[in-house]
């Protein structure tokens, strides 16, 4: 099967070399080609989407937003860009790992405010609150003044709390989780992005965080309320919904490059965790939103 780069990947660091933080404000026009067709992205974005609406593909769902709002893309998911309508948009995009450490302790999941892709602004006072920030960051990305990337990193993350603020983020409580059991969720985060197609079991990273399974797996849903076993199968399970919809490959394919030992185990795994088969599953979702 052919590898994820034939979704293309569009790097922070093409677009303006050495930074692993951008700014920029766009209306439609603007939108440059590359956005309009599916692509992942190296880092994080958030889009404060500030005026008109906006059309987009973000996984294998269709979201038709309009302003105020805030749009958000994490590592590994798949974006389409498809509407011509009027919008001004404040894009904001770092790299995995600009932000503060502090910013993972405030926030009592990973990346808490990521774990939806689109968040409605109701009050104007919340609205002025982000573009306050927004504006901030874009003097100091724009000016050479020194620790330039320590007060933008600071400002960030007062952006992100604000976000959070909004009250609908799945996890908006603010508690402090304790320092050295984070940073073993943070590890497990990380080598779970990296490794989740080929390491399955809870074990596998227990050994490799020099904790038990059980351990691990209390202190995952501890923080997050889902355990690790359960962290790993959904990112397997979206994996191959993204590379359903988005992709021309077989059953068999994905099985493959999914690791699975064959694909009938593949289709058993995928109607566990979705009620539905690989087949069907791409045949609806391409017939909704297509």
């Avoid at 009050?123 to 003044?145: G, I, P, T």
């Amino acid at each position: 099967m052919r590898n994820n780069t034939s979704i293309p990947v569009l790097d922070l660091a093409e677009c303006i070399p050495g930074k692993e933080f951008i700014i920029k404000t766009t209306e439609c026009a603007d939108v440059p080609q590359r956005m309009r067709k599916p692509h992942r992205i190296s880092g994080y974005k958030i889009s404060l989407l500030l005026e008109g609406e906006t059309t987009s593909y973000t996984d294998f769902k269709k979201y038709q937003v309009k302003a105020p709002a805030l749009l958000f893309l994490s590592p590994e998911q798949v974006h389409q860009h498809v509407s011509y309508e009027y919008h001004k948009m404040v894009h904001i995009a770092f790299s995995k790992d600009f932000l503060l450490s502090e910013s993972e302790n405030i926030l009592s999941c990973w990346e808490c405010m990521f774990s939806q892709v689109v968040l409605s602004i109701e009050e104007d006072d919340k609205l002025q609150e982000l573009q306050a920030y927004a504006m901030l960051m874009r003097e100091e990305f724009v000016r050479l003044k020194p620790m330039k990337d320590t007060v933008i990193r600071n400002l960030l993350n007062a952006f992100i709390i604000s976000a959070a603020r909004l009250g609908t983020c799945e996890t908006s409580n603010t508690t402090q989780v304790d320092s050295s059991q984070n940073k073993i969720v943070r590890q497990f985060k990380n080598l779970t992005d990296e490794l989740y197609l080929q390491t399955t079991q809870v074990g596998q990273y227990a050994d490799m965080l020099y904790v038990t399974p059980g351990h691990l797996n209390d202190l995952i849903k501890n923080v997050t309320g889902r355990t690790a076993k359960q962290i790993i199968d959904e990112k397997r399970v979206v994996e191959a919904k993204r590379l359903l919809f988005w992709g021309e490959y077989s059953v068999k394919e994905i099985a493959s490059h999914m690791n699975f030992e064959d694909d009938a185990y593949f289709n058993r795994f995928f109607k566990k965790h979705t009620g539905q088969t690989p087949a069907l599953f791409q045949k609806m979702s391409r017939e909704k939103y297509n």
